[in-house]
């Protein structure tokens, strides 16, 4: 019995966006953010926090300890060094504002960039020497930087040492949008703002090269720095970036509170951080932002338990590391699941195609295994071409089902068939004449391409990747299928030969699982079907599985792994080819009775 | 700049000496887990802090001391002055024992991540801080004076005060009796053994258990033993005492070379004479700051402590 996991958030969220369309996606994620955005308005429900306001939570401690955790998680969940002096950053930002706002005329958004790139370069400065360190001893050294930091500040004249300093501006409105300190709304949605930027970036990134240079040192850095990972680069970045995570929240900080003093930032605040990101699951970023909202909102919450809260804060992080160690949303990698594959690629049940009065297909039932040359062979008018042309969507069957790698066929257009992974050639020549060999293949390779005509003319930068990708991938084909010196020729003036074979390349253009050829060797010399043979079987070694129609009997005979027999629209054998041969039933249907058969 | 600290130099380095045994002892509870778990006991402060508490209560609540009353004399004197360190010393051990239970062995049996245990730990010293900080109302609490702080005599111009003297000669009488401890006793050799290897120690029917609770025990001693001198010379605690005290500790057990005990003993002398002396030379407000310097430098420089015989090189 399959117990149903109801603690496994991560799965179950994974598994919606998963399965939800590219639509789907944007509409979840716009609803999410719209909601988000209409917490403050919540302050009268249930969530109401009994002494400080609803919206002031929100920012601090909820959005900031989101917006630092998520900082923080750069530093310890992707890249794994623990880092106990996080809060130096968030000091650094908000000492920036502080110092900048009150002695400049300069505002909150002119001062956040230089907030930004100050902790950056304290970042670098405190990376280049410590990031040599791992583990237990970075830990310690960054917590004394922290420290530090907090003491520099607390005796130093220019930050106006234990008394910190008041009279912070707030940040000028931004349109219709005023900063209040009664009404925090709009802070709030500047936090969010930010808090979003940082998703964005930590997910653009950790697809991207410093997402797996980070996952390797994480795991194993001598592996990682022995395969040309730079890992002391790439620490220092992620310790960087972190850092300008931390020194925006700080610069904001500074703005909202209007005074700061060194008390605030002092080791707890660094310690809180890293226990927003472990509670909620280190790595994880949904867990990260989750853990922080619980960790932020939770004291404000239970006030009405005033001077315990954070007492059971304490247990809290006890009982939910010892039970759930990973914290709430675990990291892991999810395995795209292998999909229990049928043996059979293609599968026809009772199709039957008629066409007014004429019945061209009568309850043929059909099979094609995934890698094997299948021969569909019968005298003419036996229904073989019409067998193609309901695979490929040119006609609807009448009744019966035809099902391709799990999806039911004959509701698709023609060319969705084709994206599907099927792909045919013509008994007769269908080339565009007028094209070289080589666009005639490119065209083919286009249906997978995701850029559009838009990104085509502006030559937008995925644009011209793919033209190259598939420019170089038709070279490929023709390559492979021994054509690549007539690649520039235009298609109509090639000889018969290399036409014919050029519609077998234009059809592995389009990534087919399966390749439907309609009599390739029509026409063909014996020498040259001996060539064709050897290039069929090339087309099934390398992974594609083939549907033949051919009348030549040697040929067939030569390379087909089954026959399947069609007589006036029905199946009358499917069997290995020496059976077949030997089939009473296809001699009679070939050639009519034997005159000693009755 | 530096007249005070030639000026005076002895009275500094005695003051250095006595506040450097105190760390000696705390950080001996940071050593001696992280010698067997390779793990930083975070909780090791509020376990000294604890202690501190079990010290006053002795005094106060036992022997009915006040802040007016008169000094202790004579054998009442030794009396309250032994019961007030066992006292300390059984409840910072009890408190690390629980500790352990709470916050670390669930953790471990499951082998799971060093940073969930961390946070863990983190937690039980937020519960314990609290609890203390709910029991004492926030307010810090002064120490009945049972020790007089006579002057016994002056060496180079610095009085030698009694209290100075019985937490110089009293920690440091533990402290060669813990190493001896964990030097010849039978215990003392299994935690040996786990420190250096544990599956080996394993195999060879150490039982990990004991020998990890012991580990913390032992080391709760040591750091109550610290509460007990710390009162003594300080006469005061608050809930919140513990952080400047760990991290002071938890230096000097990396400057030694943690998860070695001889470091802890050289590590924490220095660290308290590094202190003092900065202090005279860049006033107080700086100690800490130099005292992170110092730290940060060892660490890049010479990570297996100034002391230490090189322990691990890597730990993830």
């Known amino acids: 019995m399959k117990i149903r996991n109801y603690w496994n958030l991560r799965d179950f969220g994974a598994n919606i966006w998963e399965k939800a369309t590219r639509t789907q996606r944007v509409a979840i994620a716009l609803t999410s953010i719209l909601l988000v955005g209409l917490l403050p308005f919540m302050g009268g429900s249930i969530l109401a926090t009994p002494i400080a306001s609803f919206d002031a939570v929100l920012v601090y401690p909820v959005g900031m300890f989101v917006l630092m955790s998520l900082g923080l998680n750069i530093v310890v969940g992707k890249s794994g060094m623990l880092d106990l002096g996080y809060v130096a950053f968030f000091a650094i930002g908000a000492y920036t504002m502080a110092i900048l706002g009150t002695t400049t005329k300069m505002n909150t958004w002119e001062i956040m960039p230089i907030g930004i790139a100050l902790a950056m370069i304290a970042g670098v400065l405190l990376g280049i020497p410590t990031l040599r360190l791992r583990g237990d001893y970075l830990a310690i050294v960054t917590l004394g930087f922290g420290e530090i930091v907090r003491l520099v500040v607390l005796n130093s004249s220019w930050s106006k040492g234990p008394n910190g300093i008041a009279n912070i501006p707030m940040p000028p409105k931004i349109g219709p949008l005023k900063f209040e300190l009664e009404n925090q709304k709009v802070f709030f949605w500047v936090v969010m703002a930010m808090i979003l930027v940082t998703i964005w970036m930590i997910r653009r990134l950790t697809v991207r090269r410093p997402g797996r240079a980070w996952e390797a040192i994480r795991q194993d850095e001598d592996a990682a720095e022995l395969m040309g990972v730079p890992t002391l680069k790439y620490k220092i970045w992620s310790f960087t970036l972190g850092a300008a995570v931390g020194g925006a929240a700080g610069v904001l900080y500074a703005s909202k509170n209007l005074y700061i003093a060194p008390e605030m930032f002092t080791l707890n605040v660094s310690i809180l951080i890293l226990a927003c990101v472990v509670f909620g699951g280190i790595g994880n970023i949904w867990g990260v932002v989750i853990g922080a909202t619980i960790l932020g909102y939770l004291p404000d919450r239970i006030r009405f338990i005033s001077d315990a809260r954070l007492l059971v804060f304490g247990i809290v992080l006890v009982v939910v590391m010892n039970f759930r160690p990973d914290g709430l949303l675990p990291r892991k990698k999810r395995e795209k699941k292998i999909i229990e594959r049928d043996d059979n690629l293609l599968k026809l049940e009772n199709v039957t195609m008629k066409f007014g009065g004429v019945t061209a297909l009568n309850g043929v039932n059909l099979e094609v295994k995934r890698g094997e040359i299948l021969a569909l062979i019968g005298p003419n008018g036996a229904g073989k071409t019409t067998v193609f042309n309901v695979i490929t969507g040119v006609y609807k069957q009448t009744s019966g089902t035809v099902t391709f790698d799990g999806t039911s066929l004959g509701n698709q257009k023609r060319y969705e068939v084709t994206a599907l992974g099927v792909a045919r050639t013509f008994q007769n020549i269908r080339l565009w004449g007028d094209m070289t060999a080589l666009e005639n293949v490119i065209t083919a390779t286009d249906v997978h391409k995701k850029s559009g005509l838009v990104g085509a003319l502006f030559g937008f930068p995925r644009a011209s990747i793919e033209e190259e990708v598939n420019r170089e991938r038709a070279h490929e084909i023709l390559r492979f299928i021994g054509i690549d010196q007539y690649s520039d020729r235009l298609a109509k003036n090639l000889p018969y030969g290399v036409q014919r074979r050029l519609e077998i390349a234009r059809a592995l253009g389009t990534s087919p699982k399966l390749v439907l050829l309609d009599e390739p060797a029509a026409g063909f010399n014996p020498a040259e079907k001996v060539e064709l043979a050897a290039t069929i079987r090339k087309v099934r070694d390398a992974g594609y599985t083939v549907l033949l129609i051919e009348h030549d009997m040697s040929l067939i005979m030569g390379i087909s792994d089954r026959v399947v027999v069609l007589d006036f629209g029905t199946k009358i054998a499917d069997d290995i080819p020496s059976v077949v041969q030997k089939d009473p039933r296809v001699i009679e249907a070939y050639l009519g009775v034997p005159a000693d058969a009755s | ?316």
């Open chain 2, 1 to 316: 700049m530096f007249e005070v600290l030639i000026d005076q130099f002895w009275s500094l380095t005695i003051a250095g000496v006595a506040l450097g045994f105190i760390y000696v002892l705390v950080s001996l509870g940071y050593t001696m887990v992280y010698g067997v778990l390779r793990m930083i006991n975070f909780a090791n402060s509020e376990i000294f802090m604890w202690g501190t508490f079990g010290t006053i209560v002795t005094s106060r609540d036992i022997f009915g001391y006040s802040q007016t009353s008169a000094p202790a004399t004579g054998p009442k004197l030794a009396l309250v002055l032994f019961s007030q360190l066992l006292m300390s010393m059984a409840v910072a051990g009890l408190t690390a024992v629980f500790v352990e239970f709470v916050a670390y062995r669930r953790l471990r049996a499951k082998g799971t991540n060093r940073l969930a245990t961390l946070i863990s730990a983190i937690g039980i010293s937020i519960v314990l801080s609290e609890l203390m900080r709910l029991l004492t109302d926030s307010r810090p609490v002064g120490s009945p004076r049972v020790l007089e702080k006579i002057i016994l005599t002056e060496v180079w111009g610095a009085n030698i005060r009694l209290d100075t003297v019985v937490t110089i000669f009293a920690a440091a009488a533990i402290y060669f009796l813990l190493e001896r401890f964990v030097k010849l006793s039978r215990m003392g050799k299994a935690i040996r053994a786990v420190s250096m290897n544990e599956d080996a120690a394993k195999l060879m029917g150490v039982n990990l258990n004991r020998v990890i609770t012991t580990t913390f025990l032992v080391g709760g001693l040591a750091t109550g033993a610290a509460g007990f001198f710390y009162i003594t010379v300080f006469e005061y605690t608050k809930f919140n005492i513990g952080f400047t005290m760990g991290m002071a500790a938890f230096t000097a057990a990396v400057l030694g070379g943690i998860g070695n005990i001889r470091g802890a003993f050289y590590g924490g002398l220095f660290l308290g004479l590094l202190e003092v002396y900065a202090s005279a030379v860049l006033g107080t407000q700086w100690k800490a700051v130099t005292v992170f310097i110092v730290l940060v430098l060892v660490l890049l420089f010479k990570p297996n402590g100034l002391f230490g015989e090189a322990v691990q090189t890597t730990r993830a």
